[in-house]
């Protein structure tokens, strides 16, 4: 009787978990599929549920100018950020890791302060940094601005896979004759791979997405996010829903790159793993 009880708690309780999980994914990603939705409205934002689904809304889209060279603009911006993280912030982590100095700890908080701080006090603090060095605002201060405020994202990406990596390969290369900057580029920088790639991505993804540093260094050229927001002040329109899908689409994509990438590398990990074990085991 005890355990007829006990089952029937662990099937309710499942239940209400099953429930629970439906309503916060309802909750997260209904209003992406509303907006996905009403992108193909044919009456624009307006009436429940749509209807005269219609592709109209995206040919006024790729047809309009401003929308795309923010586009480009919020490219150009995000490839530069990556890049400029990247060279920055492989060394920080390397730095972190493997190097002991003075100062380490301190050095290793102010790397992840602007993760903290909010990105209004980044962008007023570059803006005025600008103003004393004489540089007007442009594409190339955003740019600045998101490298700058990125670099925290590689760091503790790349000393997170740092932490994981494996030495050994490292001092066998040491141990044959080549030299530190042979090991790292031949040695640390392919298992390094995974970690890179994935600070890339979201250095690419947070720069895209970024307003509030962008504000306050954007010049006469808007990226993406500052075109749209200007744009929703007029109101909403299918336009900006059309923008918005291809977005969302385009992040999935990306998503699913990462992941596939993640375990093809897991994979040949352990193909790795079991080749040394086997290895051994026939030297012993």
């Known amino acids: 009787m005890e355990f007829l009880v006990s089952d029937a708690k662990l099937v309710s309780g499942s239940r209400w978990l099953f429930f629970h999980a439906v309503a916060v994914f309802a909750f997260l990603y209904l209003p992406i599929a509303i907006l996905i939705l009403y992108s193909f409205n044919g ?67 102010l790397v992840l302060l602007p993760l903290i701080l909010p990105g209004i006090i980044t962008g007023l603090s570059l803006l005025m940094l600008f103003n004393v060095a004489g540089t007007k605002p442009s594409l190339m201060t955003i740019m600045l601005g998101h490298g700058t405020a990125l670099i925290a994202v590689a760091t503790t990406e790349v000393f997170a896979g740092l932490q994981k990596l494996d030495r050994a390969q490292e001092e066998a290369s040491l141990d044959l004759g080549a030299n530190y900057w042979q090991t790292f580029w031949r040695i640390t920088v392919p298992n390094l791979k995974l970690p890179i790639i994935g600070a890339a991505l979201l250095i690419f993804t947070l720069s895209m997405d970024e307003i509030a540093v ?19 002040r007029r109101g909403i329109t299918p336009e900006i829903n059309a923008v918005s899908t291809i977005i969302f689409v385009f992040s999935l994509v990306a998503i699913v790159f990462w992941y ?18 086997a290895a051994e085991g026939d030297a012993a």
């Open 260 to 277: 596939r990438l993640r375990v093809r590398g897991e994979a040949g990990s352990d193909l790795g793993a079991e080749i040394v074990d």
């Open 214 to 232: 962008s504000f306050f260094l954007i010049g006469r050229d808007n990226t993406l996010p500052l075109e749209i927001w200007g744009r929703l």
């Open 43 to 109: 009456e624009g934002v307006g009436g429940f549920p749509p209807h005269h689904l219609t592709l109209d809304w995206y040919r006024t889209l790729f047809a309009d100018e401003a929308i795309w060279d923010s586009v480009l603009n919020s490219l150009q911006v995000a490839f530069a950020a990556v890049v400029i993280s990247l060279t920055l912030g492989v060394p920080a982590a390397l730095a972190l890791e493997r190097a002991q100095f003075p100062g380490k700890a301190l050095f290793r908080r």
